[in-house]
């Protein structure tokens, strides 16, 4: 990374990925993958789960069966993007089209700052000039984390505003955090407490939205969790793919929830099916290349603090 990228408990310094490639001999589908860091899904663990699909694959396994075969994870996120765009080029169609989404637009996306001290903040705010939407990550410390909304706030009063703790507040915290929100016009609040402690939700009303993120990874648990929460946070890399992604984005419609989806960091290639299911999305979290240092796409794909991933680029 370009720099090292704070959030509640955790310093990123760098975003191993791990592709994937497959290939009938002429046409080759790829896939990337980060894997869930709070899980144990790492570089090293989804490159082994992948070698072991190998046989399988290369034995024709499809892309429904993979669900089957693999639990959510980074590796199965991998090879069903993979599929995807092989199965894209195979069937002379993009992505999109197979997957029943409307055709591509530009999305405007949020760009997060990370969970650091106020005047650092204040000084890496100029850099999302070109930002229509800002995440900035918390840390759970009411005071800190009223200073930091505050300069956000300051220096971009025009900007949509969410704000991330990443698990980082104690129940006991929540209602000054709700008068925090609402006293800098903050439009949506991402993973307030810690995972498995999703009760402390019920009847917290604090005026604006709440997003899962580390709280939902997959479909099972969007049926048990659901309810504490009004949006649900799509991850291809927590939920195992754009298979698993576009049926969270159904049954999430369905009960009345808005979508929202992120990513776990990567490159321009694990945005681009991410960008798919965002089209079907209320909130659109897709900032990861920026945040690196090598990638060379990345300057391609946003303008004026919108993203767009052609079929150029994958799954066309």
Request: proline residues 6%; charged residues 25%.
């Amino acid at each position: 990374m370009t720099e090292p990228f704070r959030i509640s408990g955790y310093v990123f310094e760098a975003m191993p990925a791990v592709i994937a490639a497959i290939s009938d001999g002429r046409h080759i589908g790829r896939g990337e993958a980060a894997g869930v860091y709070y899980l144990g899904d790492d570089q090293d663990r989804m490159v082994s789960t992948i070698e072991e699909m190998q046989p399988y694959i290369e034995g024709g396994l499809s892309r429904l069966e993979l669900q089957q075969a693999l639990p959510p994870c980074g590796a199965r996120n991998a090879l069903d993007c993979a599929l995807w765009e092989l199965e894209s080029k195979l069937a002379r169609m993009p992505v999109w089209t197979l997957a029943g989404v409307p055709e591509p637009r530009p999305l405007t996306s949020t760009f997060t700052l990370p969970a650091d001290d106020p005047q650092t903040l204040a000084e890496k705010i100029p850099r999302l000039s070109f930002a229509k939407a800002i995440k900035l990550k918390l840390e759970g410390d009411i005071a800190i984390d009223r200073e930091r909304i505050a300069v956000v706030r300051k220096a971009r009063p025009d900007a949509w505003l969410a704000v991330d703790a990443n698990q980082g507040f104690a129940a006991s915290d929540l209602d000054d955090l709700a008068q925090i929100a609402s006293e800098f016009s903050v439009a949506l609040i991402e993973q307030p407490v810690r995972r498995g402690e999703e009760s402390a939700l019920e009847g917290w009303r604090p005026g604006v939205p709440v997003a899962a993120d580390e709280s939902i990874v997959d479909l099972n648990e969007f049926y048990e969790r659901a309810a504490y929460f009004d949006v649900v946070n799509i991850k291809l890399d927590k939920c195992g793919g754009l298979t698993e992604g576009l049926k969270m984005a159904d049954a999430a419609r369905s009960a009345g929830k808005q979508i929202m989806v992120g990513n776990m960091g990567g490159s321009t290639l694990a945005m681009a099916p991410a960008f798919v299911l965002g089209q079907l999305c209320q909130v659109v979290d897709l900032d990861g290349p920026i945040a690196l240092a090598d990638d060379p796409l990345a300057s391609e794909i946003y303008r004026d603090g919108e993203i767009f991933v052609s079929e150029a680029i994958w799954g066309g």
